[in-house]
């Protein structure tokens, strides 16, 4: 049985740095995709990041340049380095992983129960 454990979110100044983390447990194998969507109050839940196992990384525009992804592929365990916050990137922070490498979805295999992320002055 699979699960998903994030840590990490709290309240942060308006340009504070957060970084969250993600381990799957309970798990035998590899996730080829992992990542990080957030969701707002009223809006829809977005892809923020993610990474493949080989590496290869993608991000939503609106956090490029501050946040960078990434993972350790032995512990299943995948980070979210969040710098330079703004107030607009205040929600809750889910991560997942699949067995596939597939970007755009959120039909994903496991996910994790929320972090909140709250940026305000």
């Known amino acids: 049985q699979v699960q998903l454990v994030e840590s990490g979110g709290g309240l942060v100044q308006p340009g504070g740095s957060l970084r969250l983390s993600c381990a799957a447990s309970g798990s035998s194998g590899s996730f080829n995709g992992m990542g990080w969507y957030r969701q707002a109050p009223g809006k829809e839940r977005e892809l923020v990041a993610a990474i493949r196992s080989g590496g290869t990384k993608r991000y939503v525009d609106s956090v490029k340049g501050r946040f960078t992804i990434s993972r350790e592929n032995a512990k299943n365990t995948v980070y979210l380095q969040m710098n330079s916050l703004k107030p607009e990137d205040t929600a809750v922070y889910y991560c997942?992983?699949?067995?596939?490498?597939?970007?755009?979805?959120?039909?994903?295999?496991?996910w994790g129960q929320g972090t909140q992320v709250t940026v305000s002055s």
């Open positions: 997942y992983a699949d067995r596939a490498w597939v970007v755009a979805a959120t039909p994903r295999a496991y």
